[in-house]
């Protein structure tokens, strides 16, 4: 029996392997569970834990712990977690959002206490691409990572730098530096930084947020927020999964935006599909309250952060009760 080419190759087509369509590759892994309970900001949401000018989170995901930021001084997370009952000793991934004093304070303090434990212990710190960048101020460098970074990795720690989005574990992203596409101005404008291009305004190009894929949509996690809520927000869109935002919690700096620059903001997230929001750290207590008249939300699911509030993926936010 004569069998022409064509029909070899039709033949062959039929069980030969074929590669993975682009949408089945690329299809998002999703988190399913997820927890998120503050260790330092303003407010403390009982007789557990001090209060501060600053920010740190502890978050598990899937059975991974990772602390977000370390808070503003040197015992200030050290204190609220052993009051609090949380041991940090098996906790090896560090996230610091940016460079400030306020959120990265507690680390040496931290790394050093908990490795006596576990020489694993908050030794591996995930930053955005600048946070070593000098920054000259009136009495020398103030850019505290680059103070305190000869003597972390002293202890055995180290840094990893990110210049785009990464995913860490399955459906855990870092943003990396994030594009300033709107004008949210969330700097100072005084400071100076060192860059390759030479001495320019510092507004902060390191600042990076954690992100959580989850079927009910994106998580995520601020620090101060310098590059912007909606910038950030619109970059996880982009660059992680064009979907819902369902959560966003910590720090977004919109204590000093004027009533159309906070409606402005309320609007996007609005748009966003934003579902629960926990304004910590530089938020502030009144933009807390007007993003949840214009967004639409309530006192369960808008609320100001406290020190020992949580959010947790399936149940929502726990508030504790001052801060409601």
Known sequence: MKINCLTVIALALLVW????????????????????????????????????????????????????????????????????????????????????????????????????????????????????????????????????????????????????????????????????VHAERNWSGSGRMKTPNGLVEDNLPEDMSFIAVTEKGLVVVSGCGHAGIINTLEHARQKVQNTNVYAALGGFHLFALNDEKLDWTASKLKEFGLKQFLGAHCTGIEAVYRIRQQVGLDRQSCVVGAVGASFDLGKGIDATALAR
Request: net charge positive; aromatic share 6%.
């Open 17 to 180: 392997p074929l590669p993975s369509s682009p949408v089945t590759a690329q299809k998002q892994k999703t988190v399913q569970s997820l927890r998120v309970k503050v260790l330092s900001t303003m407010l403390t949401g009982g007789n557990d834990g001090i209060g501060e000018w600053g920010f740190a989170a502890l978050i598990e995901v899937d059975g991974q712990q990772i602390l977000f930021d370390t808070g503003a001084r040197p015992e200030t997370v050290l204190q609220n977690v052993r009051e609090l009952g949380i041991d940090l000793a098996n906790v090896k991934d560090v996230i610091l959002s940016h460079n400030h004093g306020d959120h990265t304070t507690g680390l040496l303090t931290l790394r050093r206490e908990f490795a006596k434990k576990n020489p694993a212990a908050l030794s591996r710190v995930h930053v955005g691409r600048g946070i070593f960048w000098n920054r000259p101020g009136s009495n020398g460098e103030s850019n505290n990572v680059v103070k305190i970074k000869n003597d972390y990795e002293a202890t055995g720690g180290k840094f990893i730098e990110y210049n785009e989005p990464k995913e860490i574990l399955p459906g855990v992203w870092l943003t990396g530096p994030v594009p300033r």
